[in-house]
């Protein structure tokens, strides 16, 4: 089931700028986490927020988490024609493993 | 890193016939399995989890007799799609929990059409 709601649904923007996507969600979270998805494959970790976090980077990229507006925002910074791929928020409810999807951005880069 | 080898990649298969879809974990342990159906353009829709040396929980809806779930070792994990018709084509992918801050590991993926 879908928790959450991505957007935009949709973002192409230039080689080199940044690129930022949010996450909403609708219930208390344990960790909120991010991936991504090139067409046909299947997903790649790129960040894990636990609940008690607010901000983290890993490389090019920040995330941030509100719990008070159950939110998250994904920032990619300097973006590359190979970070086109579609970005999934997923929420882990009570740490059980069972992650919970929002419905992804699609993130077009071109060059 | 941990990795999810899922084989076959893609599947045509005739309606009717049986197809199994295998997920190992090739560097650690999994004790449990995911099982996801992904529509074109769209999110994830957990099918079912499977846990080493029991019975596959299934989501609601899912026709358990259907999509057969096995999960024998803590390595192998296998879908089967049993009796099957054209409206079970679709991408299904197996993920399995990862520890810490590392988040899930996601096989590739099988394509599969039903002909």
């Known amino acids: 089931s879908q928790q959450g709601e991505e957007d935009p649904q949709a973002l192409s923007i230039q080689e080199g700028e940044n690129a930022t996507m949010n996450c909403s969600y609708k219930?208390?979270?344990?960790?909120l986490q991010w991936y991504r998805q090139n067409s046909g494959r299947g997903l790649v970790h790129l960040i894990l927020?636990?609940?008690n976090e607010r901000e983290k980077h890993s490389g090019r990229l920040r995330v941030t988490l509100d719990t008070s507006k159950k939110s998250s925002s994904l920032l990619i910074t300097a973006s590359r024609a190979a970070d086109t791929a579609s970005y999934f928020c997923?929420?882990?409810?009570?740490?059980?493993?069972?992650?919970?999807w929002g419905a992804g951005t699609k993130l077009i880069i071109k060059p | 890193g941990a990795v999810v080898s899922q084989h076959p990649s893609w599947v045509i298969c005739k309606s009717g016939t049986s197809v199994k879809i295998e997920c190992r974990s090739l560097?650690?342990?999994?004790?449990?399995m995911f099982w996801y159906r992904q529509f074109p353009k769209q999110s994830l829709m957990l099918m079912a989890t499977?846990?080493?040396?029991?019975?596959?929980?299934?989501e609601q809806g899912v026709e358990k007799d259907k999509f057969l779930i096995n999960h024998a070792s803590l390595t192998l994990s296998t879908l089967t799609v049993t009796s099957a018709h054209p409206e079970d084509s679709s991408f299904y992918i197996c993920?399995?929990?990862?520890?810490?801050?590392?988040?899930?590991?996601f096989g590739s993926g099988t394509r599969l059409t039903v002909v």
């Open positions: 993920s399995a929990p990862g520890q810490g801050d590392y988040g899930y590991t």
């Open positions: 560097d650690f342990q999994a004790t449990t």
């Open positions: 499977s846990n080493e040396g029991s019975k596959a929980t299934y």
């Open positions: 219930t208390s979270i344990n960790n």
């Open positions: 927020i636990r609940s």
């Open positions: 997923a929420t882990d409810k009570d740490g059980n493993y069972q992650l919970i």
